[in-house]
Nanobody, 124 residues
């Protein structure tokens, strides 16, 4: 049974940092990523990474502030978030794909498994 378990969300002041973790179990994945969603809006792409870590992709809104990484030995992906802004407030979801290419990393439909989500709230 595949499970993705996120942790690390919480309340942080604007300009601060948080690190999200997502531990996967049940199988290994070609690619893993992070998406986020606010009420009334669609879930949007944040960042993704291929299994060997050789390719990463970021939404323009987080480039230079967020860093995605993975530890294959632990089957875990991380999202280091810095210089957080009010607009980063959302529920963050970890996602995993059985097959992912550099051209499809931002496509929500490519991800087969999803975590339960973790709330990130940035206060100004």
């Amino acid at each position: 049974q595949v499970q993705l378990v996120e942790s690390g969300g919480g309340l942080v002041q604007a300009g601060g940092s948080l690190r999200l973790s997502c531990a996967a179990s049940g199988r290994t994945f070609s690619g893993m990523g992070w998406f986020r969603q606010v009420p009334g809006k669609e879930r949007e792409f944040v960042a993704a990474i291929t299994r060997n870590g050789g390719s990463t992709s970021y939404d323009d809104s987080v480039k230079g502030r967020f860093t995605i990484s993975r530890d294959n030995a632990k089957n875990t992906v991380y999202l280091q978030m810095s210089s957080l802004k009010d607009e980063d407030t959302a529920v963050y979801y970890c996602a995993a794909a059985a097959f992912l290419t550099t051209s499809t990393m931002s496509l929500r439909g490519m991800y087969n498994y999803w975590g339960q989500g973790t709330q990130v709230t940035v206060s100004s």
